[in-house]
C-alpha cells in the first residue's frame, strides 16, 4: 500500500466567493438527485466515521450531504455509520464493531495533535491508503484543523471543504494509487477558481473517473458476495 498525500489548496487567491456559495445552496439538493449522464447509482459502501477532531454535528452532517451528493453523480451511494473513537463507547456503537468489509471504507477526522503524527504540510488535507486491488483499499485521514484554517480565509465554508476533502480522500480508495487528474475533485491542488466551482456544485469526478468508480463498487460488491457465500 502507499501513503498518498492529497490536496494542496492554495489560498493564493483573495475573490470572496460567500455570494456565489449562497446562491448556489439552493441548487444542490436538485443537482444531488441527477448522477452523470443519467447513470443510477448501481452501489452503496459505508463510510464509517470516526469523529476524533471537534467537527459539530451541523457541519459534519452538510459535509456528508456533500460528498454524498458528489459520488451519487459518479453513480455510487455512500451510507454513514459514526463509529466510537474511545474503547469506553464501543458497546454503544455495535454496529461498528465487525471487521471492515469490502463494500466499508474508514474515514478518521482528526484534530491538530492527531494530524502531527502524520508526516504532512499545513496545505494537506488529508491522506490516504490507496491499493491497486478493490477491496483493500480501506482507509483515509482528513485533518480538520487545516479545513478550519483555510475556512477562515473565507474562500470557502468548513463544511464545504470538509466535504470535498472526505470525497478526495474516498475517492483516491476507489481509484487506486496515482489517481490525481489535472481537473475535477481529484486535482492535487485546489485554488479559489477551484472553490468556486464547488460552491456551484461543479467540482466533481470527471466521467472515466466515474466509470472507474462504479466499476470498483461493482468489484468490492462481488468481493463482498463471494465472501458471504463461503
Known sequence: MKQLCLCHLSRNSTRPLWLAMF?????LDCAGAQSIGGVKPSSRITVRVYRYADVSNRTLVQAEQETSRIFRQAGV???WLDCPTSHAEEEEYPACEPLLGAMAVDLRILPSSMAARIRSSAEELGVALASARAGTASAGWVFYEHVKHLAESHIASDDLILGLAIAHEIGHLLLGPHSHSPGGIMRANW???NL????RGKLLFTRRQARLIRADAQERLAI??????R
Open 191 to 193: 485554488d479559489g477558481k
Open 77 to 79: 451511494e455512500l451510507a
Open 23 to 27: 446562491l448556489a445552496m439552493a441548487s
Open 224 to 229: 463482498s458476495e463471494a465472501g458471504v457465500r
Open 196 to 199: 468556486e466551482e464547488a460552491s
